[in-house]
């Protein structure tokens, strides 16, 4: 009973963590555009992202307002919990139909995900800049330029975090091919991931692709209700069974 308990528990996790991160995405776009942009900027069609200036950079870090850059970042950055609870209840999906094709899913995501809190917390850990003194401002630029230019490990740590979003392209690919979940789920949350990996730092865009994300991730909320929570043994072992 137990352990039927905490499968359930578990279970409820997953699904929530599935809805929640891409909702996370949302907020923080949608922030992060307003803080670096306007609302005008929102509807501007840009298919190539062109860094800020390191000036604009400084003027971030250095904002009064955490909106401008810090409490985005910072809301993806404390959301990543939820984003491996969402993979693993992703995969698992998947696994019955197609073990090795979740396990390769759920890994690269996992692993991506780690990454992506090493990036997300290099950019925030770039804020303290923000807080020298306002003469010492002119000869941190050159600083600011170079730790903010995509190369050497931040680079590297940006890229790996990219598997992030390819681990949930994989897993939403297999899903679709078994039916496992409505073809409609799965071409959204594949649609969603395959436009935040092609116009990665595009906001707006990102914005489309985190929304058709959380469309597609939205039934899940169902599944809980019409699942018989109960231990059955086969050759994959203990599984959850449906009414």
Same mark, same amino acid.
Do not use: C
């Given at each position: 009973?137990?352990?039927?308990?905490?499968?359930?528990?578990?279970y409820?996790?997953?699904?929530?963590?599935?809805?929640? @991160?891409?909702?996370?995405?949302?907020?923080?776009?949608?922030?992060?555009?307003m803080?670096?942009?306007?609302?005008?900027?929102m509807?501007?069609?840009?298919?190539?992202?062109?860094?800020?200036?390191?000036?604009?950079?400084?003027? &971030?870090?250095?904002?009064?307002?955490?909106?401008?850059?810090?409490?985005?970042?910072?809301?993806?950055?404390?959301?990543?919990? @939820?984003?491996?609870?969402?993979?693993?209840?992703?995969?698992?999906?998947?696994?019955?139909?197609?073990?090795?094709?979740?396990i390769? %899913?759920?890994?690269?995501?996992?692993?991506?995900?780690?990454?992506?809190?090493?990036?997300?917390?290099?950019?925030?850990?770039?804020?303290?800049?923000?807080?020298?003194?306002?003469? &010492?401002?002119?000869?941190?630029?050159?600083?600011?330029?170079?730790?903010t230019?995509?190369?050497?490990?931040?680079?590297? !740590?940006?890229?790996?975090?990219?598997?992030?979003?390819?681990?949930?392209?994989?897993?939403?690919?297999g899903?679709?091919?078994t039916?496992?979940?409505?073809?409609?789920?799965?071409?959204?949350?594949?649609?969603?991931?395959?436009?935040?990996?092609? @116009?990665?730092?595009?906001?707006?865009?990102?914005?489309?692709? !985190?929304?058709?994300?959380f469309? %597609?991730?939205?039934?899940?909320?169902?599944?809980?209700?019409?699942?018989?929570?109960?231990?059955?043994?086969?050759?994959? %072992?203990?599984?959850?069974?449906?009414?």
């Amino acid at each position: 009973m137990n352990n039927q308990k905490a499968i359930k528990t578990l279970y409820r996790i997953g699904v929530l963590s599935s809805i929640i @991160f891409p909702a996370t995405l949302i907020v923080s776009f949608i922030i992060h555009h307003m803080g670096e942009y306007s609302m005008a900027d929102m509807i501007k069609l840009k298919l190539i992202y062109i860094p800020p200036s390191p000036e604009r950079f400084m003027e &971030l870090f250095s904002s009064n307002s955490n909106l401008d850059f810090i409490i985005p970042h910072l809301i993806i950055y404390l959301a990543i919990p @939820f984003g491996i609870s969402a993979v693993i209840y992703f995969g698992y999906l998947l696994f019955e139909k197609k073990p090795w094709l979740s396990i390769i %899913g759920t890994s690269l995501s996992i692993t991506g995900i780690v990454f992506m809190g090493g990036v997300f917390g290099s950019w925030l850990s770039f804020t303290a800049i923000g807080n020298i003194n306002a003469e &010492l401002v002119p000869g941190v630029i050159d600083v600011i330029e170079e730790l903010t230019k995509k190369q050497g490990m931040l680079l590297l !740590s940006s890229l790996l975090a990219g598997l992030s979003l390819l681990g949930f392209m994989i897993i939403a690919a297999g899903l679709f091919y078994t039916k496992v979940i409505p073809r409609w789920q799965s071409a959204f949350i594949f649609a969603g991931n395959a436009i935040i990996i092609f @116009f990665m730092d595009i906001d707006n865009l990102m914005l489309v692709g !985190s929304i058709l994300w959380f469309t %597609g991730a939205l039934p899940f909320l169902k599944i809980p209700n019409t699942i018989r929570y109960q231990r059955t043994t086969g050759k994959s %072992g203990t599984v959850l069974a449906q009414e």
